[in-house]
């Protein structure tokens, strides 16, 4: 055993010499630092951290070797560490002798590193070793043999730990050795605070306690909370972060076994052998160290706290050691205490005393570094009491006290030590409406919400609970500070005002009256409060859950006046009243009126009569459907009146009352409208007009009329001077059938309206003229001609007023139209030997317009050519040539030979240029000549007007 054990420290030897030279003189392997080393598989770190347990497990020699490549790169090295690297080989036995090894020299590995380290790890136990050093032995009290165990009854908890739950535990490491962690939770340890190891007071390497897994597996099987403390040596923030980092890595696999704060604990700034003493931090520095590591544990999700003496931690004077007590602490010169309370860091205060002294919070005391426990065996233990907050009690007798419109106001029972009330208020959906604390035992939930808007609604209910808090900063196990909530209240607001108190009208009677109004929400009922002026109040006459209610037994034409308010229960039980409403003051009305109709009516006029009564006017309305077009105030001394500017042809609705205005009133008060209905006549219908006509029918035509149900045709009788029904329809064309051609006719068109049985016709149309056409004419003719006028005649048309004369070029465009009243006619100014078609027909005159009988067949005819101009004689020998101007149209020139002593002209030739040559004339002897143009027209030659004559001598 003795020969193992010696080869594995051997081994342990060559393995660090090799790591040491390797770290140290290999340019290609880099510096490791603290925050990488804890990169590090979590096995190699575990066993790296502490040189003294690289023995405890093979595998750390075969990871380091490998890890640093010590066999893949042999010739990489020089010498010296070749040679340590074969006595590394040869030294490594079998992993099974290794093992056999380990656990028979488990307590031999103890007493050497309990002897190498016991200097360096004095400080390390607890905080009396710190105050010993750093505060005068005379400010201390002796300590009671009763702090040697858990939960000393002598010992002093500040009044502001008064409302914590007491938790006693304790704060060990490797110096305790192996706990029985079963034997301590049975003689009281509920908690244990478990170093998870340091950072060298010498070489600031960093380690892990090698109590530390066995410590946190064991408490946590055993049922102890758990929380981690680490012995700082940093002397910067980089090393507090490294550190905190190695703690994380440490303690992450145990994550849910830790229940209880992560504490950061730096010691031995006032011993000269530990590398701290070197820092010489000021108090901002060394505050930000600590805050290093406790902000980087926050951010990893673990609660994180400090650990230090009250000097540390406080100002520490002869008022601090003498008291009286409790002391309102200032910070000290150290840390930032301040600070640490607001970033909520929890602080662990080591004291040896019967109390802490101060007034300032804290969550655990360590009260004794002397402590004896079951199943601890090894060195004395700290003793520590943590303080948990826990649950005020329930809140009871919350009930509502009072309500306005828009608050509501409630009370409950004080809880004992509470410091304050955290009140919820929801609507019936549970969303929350408003919630807040408040230190008294009673509360008023006001108007408005953060928006500004109203929070609360008239008549509204509410759920409203209630629970108690204490107020403290810190909870090391999650423990809630909030009490149970109250029982559920249900609240309600006060109803709104009642809104919309009115009398209708037609509810008053001379004796009763109704009043109604607009439901207001959350109300249980309403009261009915009636002025009473010998009181000078209102007073309640009834109440009643409806929005309506009849009064009766009223008197007659008398003022009263009501107002109305809502109610509902506060605790079920309490009335509470909403506002009253606005005053409605009404009257008893007077009679209704009597033999109220309709006397008569016209296409735009009703006229109504009715019975007198005793009023101050009457009221007269009239409706179109349900419009109010007219508003008409009579005269108290009429009965009758006429509504006129109505829309004819239309049904109206026509309602009378009669008012009174009471003395020192100015508002009228009514009677109750009776009403009376009737139409307007129709309108008397225009534009009548016959729209077609033949010889023995007429069609009559009329614009449409509102309101009409028919229409009815009246003729006028030439027998009886009267007119005489026609027909009736419903249209608005009717066809009169039967006639005698070329006849006129007299009509009038109505139209009436069935209304309730009855017609009602209105005025008959202005009297219309109508006639039917005339026969054809015959025999137009044209009985003259000239070169520039046609005569026409025809035959007589029997009953015609007269004759329209109508002229058309040879393309049938019109060019001329008269009427005349004779059967002859000469159309004037026509153009020579031009064609022209004529149409006459003959007409009766009606009211409107002319009837036309049809037209004679078209006439085609032509005018005569024009006369001869500019005949010329020219005699040579026996030869004459006449020449003349051309006529426009002609078809030829017709020659002749005058006789001067017989006055006779003969047609010697005809021709169709306006020249001629005449031969063989005798010598000596005058001749006579004249020239006319022609045109042949339907084989028939029509001859113009001969020219001038001519005469000329042949030699």
């Given at each position: 055993m003795k020969k193992k054990l010696v080869s594995m420290m051997m081994v342990c030897g060559l393995a660090l010499a090799i790591f040491a030279k390797v770290r140290t003189e290999d340019p290609q392997i880099p510096e490791v630092t603290a925050e990488e080393e804890i990169r590090e598989p979590e096995e190699v770190i575990r066993k790296e951290a502490d040189l003294q347990t690289i023995i405890n497990d093979e595998k750390t020699i075969s990871i380091d070797v490998k890890r640093y490549d010590v066999e893949e790169n042999?010739?990489?090295?020089?010498?010296?560490?070749?040679?340590?690297?074969?006595?590394?080989?040869?030294?490594?036995?079998?992993?099974?002798?290794?093992?056999?090894?380990?656990?028979?020299?488990?307590?031999?590995?103890?007493?050497?590193?309990?002897?190498?380290?016991?200097?360096?790890?004095?400080?390390?136990?607890?905080?009396?070793?710190?105050?010993?050093?750093?505060?005068?032995?005379?400010?201390?009290?002796?300590?009671?043999?009763?702090?040697?165990?858990?939960?000393?009854?002598?010992?002093?908890?500040?009044?502001?730990?008064?409302?914590?739950?007491?938790?006693?535990?304790?704060?060990?490491?490797?110096?305790?050795?192996?706990?029985?962690?079963?034997?301590?939770?049975?003689?009281?340890?509920?908690?244990?605070?478990?170093k998870v190891g340091g950072r060298s007071v010498y070489d600031g390497s960093l380690y892990y306690d090698s109590e530390y897994y066995h410590n946190i597996e064991g408490a946590h099987e055993a049922g102890v909370k758990i929380g981690i403390y680490f012995f700082s040596q940093d002397l910067n923030t980089t090393e507090a972060k490294a550190s905190a980092n190695y703690v994380i890595n440490k303690i992450e696999p145990y994550r849910s076994f830790i229940t209880y704060p992560v504490f950061y604990d730096m010691e031995g700034e006032a011993n000269s052998d530990y590398r701290i003493s070197k820092a010489n931090f000021t108090k901002a520095e060394r505050t930000k160290v600590w805050c290093t590591f406790c902000d980087t544990i926050k951010a990893a999700g673990y609660t994180p706290g400090t650990y230090s003496s009250y000097s540390s931690y406080y100002d520490y004077s002869a008022k601090d050691k003498n008291g009286p007590f409790p002391i309102d602490s200032k910070d000290g010169t150290r840390v930032d205490t301040t600070l640490f309370e607001q970033k909520g860091y929890y602080i662990w205060l080591a004291r040896y005393f019967d109390r802490t002294g101060t007034s300032r919070k804290y969550n655990m005391w360590q009260y004794s570094e002397s402590g004896t426990v079951s199943g601890i065996a090894g060195h004395l233990t700290d003793l520590d009491v943590a303080y948990i907050p826990v649950k005020p009690g329930q809140v009871t007798g919350l009930k509502q006290t009072a309500s306005t419109e828009d608050s509501i106001t409630f009370e409950w029972k004080r809880v004992d030590l509470a410091d304050g009330y955290y009140y919820r208020v929801t609507d019936k959906a549970g969303t929350v409406l408003a919630a807040g604390k408040t230190v008294d035992t009673s509360f008023t939930l006001t108007k408005l919400n953060k928006s500004g808007n109203a929070l609360l609604q008239a008549g509204s209910t509410y759920q409203i609970a209630v629970r108690a808090y204490y107020d403290a900063a810190y909870t090391l196990d999650g423990t809630n500070l909030y009490g149970k909530y109250s029982e559920v209240l249900t609240a309600t607001t006060r109803p709104a005002?009642?809104?919309?108190?009115?009398?209708?009208?037609?509810?008053?009677?001379?004796?009763?009256?109704?009043?109604?109004?607009?439901?207001?929400?959350?109300?249980?009922?309403?009261?009915?409060?009636?002025?009473?002026?010998?009181?000078?109040?209102?007073?309640?006459?009834?109440?009643?859950?409806?929005?309506?209610?009849?009064?009766?037994?009223?008197?007659?034409?008398?003022?009263?006046?009501?107002?109305?308010?809502?109610?509902?229960?506060?605790?079920?039980?309490?009335?509470?009243?909403?506002?009253?409403?606005?005053?409605?003051?009404?009257?008893?009305?007077?009679?209704?009126?009597?033999?109220f109709r309709v006397l008569s009516n016209s296409a735009t006029a009703v006229r109504l009569s009715w019975s007198a009564q005793s009023v101050d006017a009457y009221q007269l309305l009239a409706y179109r459907g349900s419009t109010l077009e007219q508003k008409i105030i009579i005269d108290k001394t009429q009965t009758q009146a006429v509504v006129r500017g109505l829309k004819s042809g239309t049904e109206y609705t026509f309602k009378i009352r009669g008012y009174f205005v009471p003395a020192g009133e100015s508002a009228r008060w009514y009677a109750v409208c009776v009403a009376a209905k009737m139409t307007t006549k129709p309108a008397q219908p225009v534009k009548l007009t016959e729209t077609s006509a033949t010889t023995g029918k007429i069609t009559l035509g009329w614009e449409k009329i509102t309101g009409a149900t028919q229409y009815q045709i009246a003729v006028y009788d030439t027998k009886t001077a009267k007119y005489k029904t026609l027909a009736y329809t419903t249209k608005t064309a009717y066809t009169v059938t039967g006639l005698k051609s070329n006849k006129r006719y007299r009509y009038k068109v109505r139209a009436y309206k069935t209304y309730n049985g009855t017609r009602y016709y209105g005025a008959y149309s202005a009297e219309y003229v109508a006639a039917t056409k005339a026969a054809k004419l015959q025999n137009l003719q044209v009985t003259d001609r000239?070169?520039?006028?046609?005569?026409?005649?025809?035959?007589?048309?029997?009953?015609?007023?007269?004759?329209?004369?109508?002229?058309?070029?040879?393309?049938?465009?019109?060019?001329?139209?008269?009427?005349?009243?004779?059967?002859?006619?000469?159309?004037?100014?026509?153009?020579?030997?031009?064609?022209?078609?004529?149409?006459?027909?003959?007409?009766?005159?009606?009211t409107d317009k002319k009837v036309y009988g049809a037209c004679c067949d078209l006439l085609k005819s032509i005018t005569k050519p024009a006369k001869v101009t500019g005949l010329e004689a020219t005699a040579e020998g026996q030869h004459l040539t006449l020449t003349w101007t051309k006529t426009a149209r002609t078809s030829g020139y017709r020659i002749y030979q005058y006789d001067s002593v017989a006055k006779k002209s003969t047609l010697i030739a005809t021709t169709a240029d306006p020249t001629f040559t005449i031969d063989r004339l005798q010598s000596g002897k005058e001749y006579h000549y004249r020239v006319a143009a022609y045109r042949t027209f339907a084989k028939k030659n029509y001859i113009g007007s001969a020219s001038s004559i001519v005469s000329v001598t042949v030699e």
């Amino acid at each position: 055993m003795k020969k193992k054990l010696v080869s594995m420290m051997m081994v342990c030897g060559l393995a660090l010499a090799i790591f040491a030279k390797v770290r140290t003189e290999d340019p290609q392997i880099p510096e490791v630092t603290a925050e990488e080393e804890i990169r590090e598989p979590e096995e190699v770190i575990r066993k790296e951290a502490d040189l003294q347990t690289i023995i405890n497990d093979e595998k750390t020699i075969s990871i380091d070797v490998k890890r640093y490549d010590v066999e893949e790169n042999e010739a990489s090295y020089d010498e010296e560490t070749l040679a340590i690297i074969d006595d590394l080989k040869n030294a490594v036995e079998t992993p099974e002798e290794i093992e056999k090894a380990m656990q028979e020299s488990d307590e031999v590995e103890r007493t050497l590193r309990a002897q190498r380290e016991s200097e360096a790890q004095m400080s390390e136990a607890g905080g009396i070793r710190l105050i010993q050093a750093e505060v005068p032995e005379e400010m201390m009290r002796p300590l009671r043999t009763e702090y040697t165990t858990i939960a000393d009854k002598n010992l002093i908890h500040e009044s502001q730990t008064q409302k914590c739950k007491r938790v006693y535990g304790v704060d060990v490491s490797h110096w305790q050795d192996r706990i029985n962690w079963t034997k301590a939770k049975a003689a009281g340890v509920q908690f244990a605070i478990i170093k998870v190891g340091g950072r060298s007071v010498y070489d600031g390497s960093l380690y892990y306690d090698s109590e530390y897994y066995h410590n946190i597996e064991g408490a946590h099987e055993a049922g102890v909370k758990i929380g981690i403390y680490f012995f700082s040596q940093d002397l910067n923030t980089t090393e507090a972060k490294a550190s905190a980092n190695y703690v994380i890595n440490k303690i992450e696999p145990y994550r849910s076994f830790i229940t209880y704060p992560v504490f950061y604990d730096m010691e031995g700034e006032a011993n000269s052998d530990y590398r701290i003493s070197k820092a010489n931090f000021t108090k901002a520095e060394r505050t930000k160290v600590w805050c290093t590591f406790c902000d980087t544990i926050k951010a990893a999700g673990y609660t994180p706290g400090t650990y230090s003496s009250y000097s540390s931690y406080y100002d520490y004077s002869a008022k601090d050691k003498n008291g009286p007590f409790p002391i309102d602490s200032k910070d000290g010169t150290r840390v930032d205490t301040t600070l640490f309370e607001q970033k909520g860091y929890y602080i662990w205060l080591a004291r040896y005393f019967d109390r802490t002294g101060t007034s300032r919070k804290y969550n655990m005391w360590q009260y004794s570094e002397s402590g004896t426990v079951s199943g601890i065996a090894g060195h004395l233990t700290d003793l520590d009491v943590a303080y948990i907050p826990v649950k005020p009690g329930q809140v009871t007798g919350l009930k509502q006290t009072a309500s306005t419109e828009d608050s509501i106001t409630f009370e409950w029972k004080r809880v004992d030590l509470a410091d304050g009330y955290y009140y919820r208020v929801t609507d019936k959906a549970g969303t929350v409406l408003a919630a807040g604390k408040t230190v008294d035992t009673s509360f008023t939930l006001t108007k408005l919400n953060k928006s500004g808007n109203a929070l609360l609604q008239a008549g509204s209910t509410y759920q409203i609970a209630v629970r108690a808090y204490y107020d403290a900063a810190y909870t090391l196990d999650g423990t809630n500070l909030y009490g149970k909530y109250s029982e559920v209240l249900t609240a309600t607001t006060r109803p709104a005002q009642v809104q919309n108190l009115s009398s209708a009208l037609e509810n008053i009677k001379s004796d009763r009256l109704t009043l109604s109004w607009s439901k207001v929400t959350g109300a249980k009922g309403y009261q009915i409060r009636l002025w009473d002026a010998s009181k000078s109040a209102y007073v309640t006459l009834q109440e009643t859950t409806a929005t309506t209610v009849t009064l009766t037994g009223l008197k007659p034409q008398t003022r009263y006046v009501y107002r109305v308010r809502a109610y509902n229960y506060i605790n079920g039980k309490t009335k509470t009243v909403g506002l009253s409403s606005e005053k409605c003051t009404t009257f008893t009305k007077l009679d209704t009126i009597k033999q109220f109709r309709v006397l008569s009516n016209s296409a735009t006029a009703v006229r109504l009569s009715w019975s007198a009564q005793s009023v101050d006017a009457y009221q007269l309305l009239a409706y179109r459907g349900s419009t109010l077009e007219q508003k008409i105030i009579i005269d108290k001394t009429q009965t009758q009146a006429v509504v006129r500017g109505l829309k004819s042809g239309t049904e109206y609705t026509f309602k009378i009352r009669g008012y009174f205005v009471p003395a020192g009133e100015s508002a009228r008060w009514y009677a109750v409208c009776v009403a009376a209905k009737m139409t307007t006549k129709p309108a008397q219908p225009v534009k009548l007009t016959e729209t077609s006509a033949t010889t023995g029918k007429i069609t009559l035509g009329w614009e449409k009329i509102t309101g009409a149900t028919q229409y009815q045709i009246a003729v006028y009788d030439t027998k009886t001077a009267k007119y005489k029904t026609l027909a009736y329809t419903t249209k608005t064309a009717y066809t009169v059938t039967g006639l005698k051609s070329n006849k006129r006719y007299r009509y009038k068109v109505r139209a009436y309206k069935t209304y309730n049985g009855t017609r009602y016709y209105g005025a008959y149309s202005a009297e219309y003229v109508a006639a039917t056409k005339a026969a054809k004419l015959q025999n137009l003719q044209v009985t003259d001609r000239t070169d520039h006028s046609q005569t026409l005649t025809w035959s007589k048309v029997s009953g015609a007023q007269g004759y329209q004369v109508l002229v058309y070029d040879k393309k049938d465009v019109l060019v001329f139209k008269t009427f005349v009243k004779t059967t002859g006619y000469t159309v004037e100014n026509l153009n020579p030997a031009y064609e022209y078609h004529f149409k006459v027909r003959a007409y009766k005159n009606a009211t409107d317009k002319k009837v036309y009988g049809a037209c004679c067949d078209l006439l085609k005819s032509i005018t005569k050519p024009a006369k001869v101009t500019g005949l010329e004689a020219t005699a040579e020998g026996q030869h004459l040539t006449l020449t003349w101007t051309k006529t426009a149209r002609t078809s030829g020139y017709r020659i002749y030979q005058y006789d001067s002593v017989a006055k006779k002209s003969t047609l010697i030739a005809t021709t169709a240029d306006p020249t001629f040559t005449i031969d063989r004339l005798q010598s000596g002897k005058e001749y006579h000549y004249r020239v006319a143009a022609y045109r042949t027209f339907a084989k028939k030659n029509y001859i113009g007007s001969a020219s001038s004559i001519v005469s000329v001598t042949v030699e």
